[in-house]
């Protein structure tokens, strides 16, 4: 622990994911002091049926485990044409063991033949603080967007290389510095309104 952590508040991050855990971190910048998910603690079910039951078990059994406040977040990418599908089962949408690669494979798949204008998508993250009193504070984050109709780029991660936001320019989140993603995206728009409510600085 360094000098500066006693300014700012301690949450031990309850998600497992570097990808995520590197864009929790750059969102937040400095006005938080993040403890890594310690090794020991078992994987949770994520067997909520929305994001907030979801990030809050999450979050929950890191506080249970370390009896600090945690932080977690849970996705989901509706797509339109699919009935709001993959949304809570986004990680698990090409299987139980299905890699990124995999989860796009399918989803351009099941997309094949839809055309740019039926192919509306968005990403949905809740980001939720708990805290060892039982209380806690959540925030959602939303990008509205289409699929591509083939994966570009090869930064972000998860479904980014075909993702295309609505407010960019054409280019896909994978296509995009980290910076350009989290101005626009789902966990950015979450993670900074989590910030605002808990009332921390959020400077880079
Ligand atoms: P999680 O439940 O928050 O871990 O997210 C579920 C799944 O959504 C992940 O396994 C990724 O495939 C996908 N996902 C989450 N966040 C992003 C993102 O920022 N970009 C692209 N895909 C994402």
Not at 54 to 64: M, P, T
Request: charged share 25%; no cysteine; net charge negative.
């Amino acid at each position: 622990m360094s000098d500066d952590d006693h300014a700012v508040p301690v949450f031990v991050l309850a998600t497992a994911n570097p990808d995520k855990t590197t864009e929790i971190a750059a969102i937040l910048g400095q006005g938080v002091a993040l403890r890594p998910r310690p090794s020991d603690v078992p994987e949770v079910v994520e067997d909520g049926e929305t994001l907030l039951d979801n990030a809050r078990l999450k979050a929950r059994a890191l506080v249970e485990a370390t009896g600090l406040p945690a932080i977690a977040d849970d996705t989901g990418l509706e797509v339109d044409a699919l009935g709001g599908r993959p949304g809570v089962y986004s990680a698990r949408y090409a299987g139980e063991d299905a890699t990124y690669a995999d989860n796009v494979d399918r989803l351009l798949e099941e997309l094949g033949g839809v055309p740019d204008a039926r192919r509306g998508a968005r990403f949905s993250t809740v980001a939720l603080a708990a805290f060892p009193d039982g209380s806690e504070v959540a925030a959602e984050g939303v990008v509205e967007g289409t699929i591509a109709d083939e994966a570009r780029g090869a930064a972000g991660f998860g479904y980014d290389p075909v993702f295309v936001p609505a407010e960019g320019d054409g280019r896909t989140f994978a296509e995009m510095t980290p910076d350009e993603k989290h101005a626009l995206s789902h966990r950015g728009r979450a993670f900074r309104s989590l910030a605002d409510r808990l009332g921390v600085d959020q400077a880079p």
